[in-house]
Each structure stands twice: as structure tokens, then as C-alpha cells.
């Protein structure tokens, strides 16, 4: 077919141009011209994604066990929202772009090939497209040629819905319809909402479909070929502690776990760039260079230099560039199972060990309870970290019931020899506002340890209220900060305030008592507060 054909048998009748497939320099061009972005000293694009609206803390997807006729799942849509309505919503959005320059992008999903999935994204401005094309596997030119889409994607920041007509609670929305595989963006420019829109498919397909376990973590492979997996909500440090310059990068975000691999769902990495320095991050910061997206970024006056440090925008700046800007990539994105899990808690109480061993039980009980704090950026309304229970560590993003993925990485913690460690990237010294974020520089040592079997071979203490195995001692690390309560100034405080956090654990986890054996129950935290020796 036609590409204008196949274009209208979308609903989208071009009135303008529309630009299919643009190289990147292209699309980095057409951005300079429509003075939609800038390029910045190290050649990076660098663009505002308008209003910077970010997911919004009342989202809250439905879950369902099968694909029916009306599968459809939403983030800022008043309930319900029937199939009309979606039908409705869908004809105003192709409408719209029928009467803008529009770019398309084909793109594909899922490095393991028997899992890809083919997406047809499209755009109202040039940058979008590159992200779609940093973000997703590039397909071969002959790929290209007989490209046919599965999945649409339509993201229209300019098309502010209306709650009267659209059914929409704002002007914002990311609706994913599984029955006509479409998601309707709109209302923000914020391009997260495209790269989760598809993982958010893949963890419905993966895990229903295919029966292989899909993971909101980031991944790398060591010289020993043993792979590394780091489950975290965002902020955690996925993107950050996966770049190691001694590791290959498997990927920064959302992968896959079937009965041989570890596969990454993208070609692309998603960076958060506050405070992002040469020193802290070297990898992420030389991946920004030309080709690389740069959203809601500032500059140092009168320069084209990037000031990582201004937030006047958002704290969610971002860089967006493809896997290989990251030097020791790996290439295909696929690794064997892991021998090292990494569940990333960005503790805003200040009382869960810098890191901490677990047993299955355990990890099991961590992996559904997803504790960890929201941190300032991709949700509106979040200005401080806030504490928060998201399943698997990934909640949002989930569209089958949780005890599904955890199912799944349970019978995998059996099949497999795992280490899984619990690491705490948040605070250390006291709760948000009185102790201090972990130094990054400790968290990567704790890990290298890990990852070297360093850690097998020092005493451990357990932790009596959670009961958690800490390591006495780890290279490049002072020692006191590794049982946390050292480093409270008040230790009766920090009982207490462990206790609480006990008593918020259980509370949550009543959720999932029927799903949970003894062995998980096992994992739960005792309220009870000295600290022996195990
Ligand atoms: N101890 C720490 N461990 C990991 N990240 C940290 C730590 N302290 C501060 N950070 C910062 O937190 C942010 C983590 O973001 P990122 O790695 O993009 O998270 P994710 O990929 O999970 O969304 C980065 O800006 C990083 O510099
Ligand atoms: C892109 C996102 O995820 P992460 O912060 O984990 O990269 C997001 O949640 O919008």
C-alpha cells in the first residue's frame, strides 16, 4: 500500500507535508528550522517538551486478565470510558494531525527476535521522531521496506483534549486501547509517556502471551558473562548504576526475563540529567553529544553549554539517545539469566541498609511490595520524595494483577541461583530533611562488591525488624554507615521510625496475604527493634 493510503486508512487525511523515516540529522534540521529546539555545545538537540505535565498521581490503570472488546486502559480519563468514547477521541486526534506536518517513525520492540514487535509512531514534531528513533530498535532498511505496524502510536502535545467532549479528567491523557492496539497521547509532549506507553503492552503480552517475565530494571554483563539486573520505580538509579564502565550495558529500563535471557524492550537509554556531572556519571555524560535528544534543559548564561544543575523547568530533564552512545554497549541487547538482582529503594525514612541481603522469601515479599519513595520529576504534584508501595517496582506500568509477574520471578528465583540484594539508593543519616541521599560513589562500591563476590566472604548482621542480612564491612565504604541506625543521631528515633515503616510494610501487604505462602509471609518485617548479630 501507499504511504498516503496507509495513512488515511489510519484517519489521516495530510492537509501539509508529512516527513516518513527521516534520518536524524533530518530530524535534528527540521527541529532547528520550526525554532523548536536548539543544538548545544556538545551538539545535542535540545527541546522543551511545552508544559511539562508528567503522569499524574491519580493514574491508576485497570487490571485485566484478557484482551476483550474493550480493553482499554487510561491515565487522566473519567470511568468509565467506553469504547465510543475512545472511538470519538481517536477521530479528533487524527483530525487534528490531519491538518499539521506530521512525522511518522516505524520502529521496533523487543531485542530477542521472536518477541519484536513492530510500532508505527506518529508525531507533530520533528524531535518526538528522533526519540522514537533513539528510544526503539532501528529497523534494517530492507526491515523498512516491508515494514507493517502492530502497535499505532499517535502523540499529539498540541491537542488539548476537552473534558466535556472527550471524556478526559484534564487536557492531558496517555489512553492505550490492547483491542485496537493504539495509544492516544496527548495534551503533553512529555515522550516518556511513548516509551512506557509500549512497555506498559509488553507487560501485558510477555508475561499473558508468552509467558516470560517482563521487568521494569535495568541490566549489564560482566567480563565473566554473568548478568546483573536492577529493578527500580524511577529515580531509583536504574539508568545510573547499570553505566558502568566495567560492564556491558544490556539496557537502562525495561526488559524481559525468558527461560534462556535477560533481553532489553529498547535500543535506546532514557537519562535523567540533574546534576548529571563528567565526575559522577561519565558514560551518560559523554553519551551527550549530537544525535542525543536534551528535554527541559537550561543554559549557563549567554552559553550554549547545558547548566545539568537548573531545574527551573522540571527535575525530569532527560537525555535520550541510543544504546551505542553508551561505549561498552552490548550488542544485541541480550544477556544470559542473571546471577545478581538488584532491588533499587530510594528510602525517604532513611531506615532500610545501604544494601542487604535477601532470601527468596524476602525477595519475593520486596519484589511485591515495590517499597521506595516517588522522587520529584515524572509525576505531577511530587515535589519531595514520598513514600510509596508500587508493585514490583513498576506499578504504574502493570497491566495484569502483580502477583502475576511475581509468579513468574518467583518460579525463576527457584529454577536459577540468584543473589538478590536489596539496595538502598535514598537516605542515609535520618529521614528526608534531616540525613542525606547515599553517596553514589558508596552505592556503586556496595555493588561492584556484589557483583565481584566480595560480599560473600564478610560477616553479616541481621536487622531485627526487617531482617535483613547487612554486610559488616564493604570495600570503599565506611563501615558505620552500613547497619543505618549508626548513622542516626538519635537511635531511639531510628526504632521507632523503623517500626513505623514495619507497621506501613504489613499494612500494604495485606493486599496480597492470599497470594502469599508461608515462605513469602516469611519475608515480612518483624516489629521488634535490636539489632544482633546473625
Ligand atoms: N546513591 C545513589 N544511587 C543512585 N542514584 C543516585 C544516588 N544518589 C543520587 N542519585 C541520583 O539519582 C538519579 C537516579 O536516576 P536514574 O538513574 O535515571 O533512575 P531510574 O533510571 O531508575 O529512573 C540520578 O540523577 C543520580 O545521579
Ligand atoms: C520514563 C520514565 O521512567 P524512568 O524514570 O524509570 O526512566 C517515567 O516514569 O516517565
Redesign the pocket.
Known amino acids: 500500500m501507499k504511504k498516503i493510503e496507509q495513512l488515511n486508512a489510519l484517519g489521516i487525511n495530510p492537509r501539509k507535508e508529512y516527513f516518513w523515516n527521516l534520518p536524524v540529522s533530518k530530524l535534528v534540521e527540521h527541529t532547528l528550522q520550526r525554532k523548536q529546539g536548539v543544538l548545544t555545545s556538545t551538539g545535542a538537540l535540545a527541546c522543551d517538551t511545552g508544559e511539562f505535565t508528567g503522569r499524574s498521581p491519580k493514574d491508576k490503570y485497570i487490571v485485566k486478565d484478557s484482551v476483550t472488546e474493550d480493553s482499554i486502559w487510561w491515565g487522566n480519563v473519567n470511568h468509565p470510558f467506553s469504547t465510543e468514547d475512545f472511538d470519538n477521541l481517536y477521530n479528533r486526534v487524527t483530525a487534528f494531525l490531519s491538518d499539521r506536518e506530521i512525522y511518522i517513525k516505524d520502529a521496533q520492540a523487543g531485542s530477542k527476535k521472536e518477541y519484536q514487535l513492530n510500532v508505527r509512531v506518529i508525531t507533530e514534531t520533528p524531535w518526538q521522531s528522533l526519540f522514537v528513533n533513539n528510544l526503539f530498535l532501528r529497523p534494517s532498511k530492507k526491515e523498512l521496506e516491508t515494514f507493517e505496524h502492530e502497535w499505532l502510536i499517535l502523540a499529539a502535545p498540541e491537542f488539548k483534549a476537552d473534558p466535556e467532549i472527550d471524556k478526559t479528567r484534564q487536557h492531558n491523557f496517555t489512553i492505550i486501547n490492547f483491542t485496537k492496539k493504539v495509544i492516544l497521547i496527548g495534551g503533553s509532549a512529555y515522550t516518556g509517556e511513548i516509551k512506557k506507553g509500549i512497555f506498559t503492552i509488553l507487560n501485558y503480552i510477555l508475561p499473558h502471551d508468552k509467558n516470560v517475565l517482563s521487568m521494569h530494571c ?1 541490566a549489564n554483563i560482566g567480563k565473566d558473562g554473568k548478568t546483573a539486573v536492577f529493578f ?10 547499570s553505566a558502568d564502565p566495567s560492564r556491558a550495558l544490556i539496557g ?2 525495561e526488559h524481559g526475563w525468558d527461560s534462556e535471557n535477560v533481553f532489553n524492550f529498547e535500543g535506546g537509554c532514557y ?6 556531572s563528567e565526575e ?2 561519565p558514560q551518560i555524560f559523554s553519551a551527550v553529544r549530537f544525535g542525543t535528544l536534551l528535554e527541559n534543559v537550561r543554559f549557563y548564561e549567554g552559553s550554549d553549554i547545558v547548566d545539568y544543575d537548573n531545574i527551573q523547568v522540571t527535575e525530569n530533564t532527560r537525555a535520550a539517545y541510543p544504546i551505542n552512545f553508551i561505549d561498552n554497549a552490548k550488542n544485541p541487547s541480550i544477556g544470559g539469566a542473571p546471577t545478581n538482582i538488584f532491588f ?1 529503594t530510594c528510602d525517604a525514612f532513611g531506615v532500610l541498609p545501604p544494601i542487604s541481603k535477601l532470601t527468596v522469601g524476602q525477595a519475593m515479599y520486596h519484589f511485591i511490595s515495590g517499597y521506595t519513595a516517588k ?1 520529584a520529576g515524572t509525576e505531577a504534584g511530587i515535589t519531595e520524595p514520598q513514600t510509596t508501595f508500587s508493585a514490583c517496582f513498576g506499578e504504574p506500568f502493570l497491566p495484569l494483577h502483580p502477583t502475576k509477574y511475581a509468579e513468574l520471578l518467583g518460579k525463576k528465583l527457584k529454577e536459577n541461583n540468584v543473589n538478590v540484594w536489596l539496595v538502598n ?1 535514598g537516605w542515609s543519616g535520618g529521614a528526608y530533611g534531616i540525613g542525606e ?4 560513589s ?2 556503586r562500591a556496595m555493588i561492584i562488591a556484589a557483583l565481584d563476590g566480595k560480599l560473600d566472604q564478610v560477616d553479616y548482621l541481621k536487622h531485627t525488624v526487617f531482617g535483613l542480612q547487612m554486610p559488616i564491612e564493604c570495600e570503599g565504604v565506611p563501615s558505620n554507615i552500613l547497619n543505618p541506625k549508626n548513622t542516626w543521631e538519635n537511635p531511639q528515633k531510628y526504632d521507632e521510625t523503623a517500626e513505623k515503616l514495619a507497621a506501613q510494610f504489613n499494612e500494604n501487604f495485606k493486599m496480597y496475604q492470599s497470594f502469599a505462602n508461608g515462605e513469602i509471609r516469611s519475608g515480612a518485617p518483624k516489629v521488634a527493634v535490636n539489632l544482633e548479630k546473625a
Open positions: 535495568s527500580g520505580l524511577s529515580g531509583t538509579g536504574k539508568t545510573t548504576l537502562d529500563d537519562a535523567k540529567c540533574v546534576n548529571l559522577k556519571e533499587l522522587v539508593t541521599r547515599i553517596k553514589l558508596y552505592t
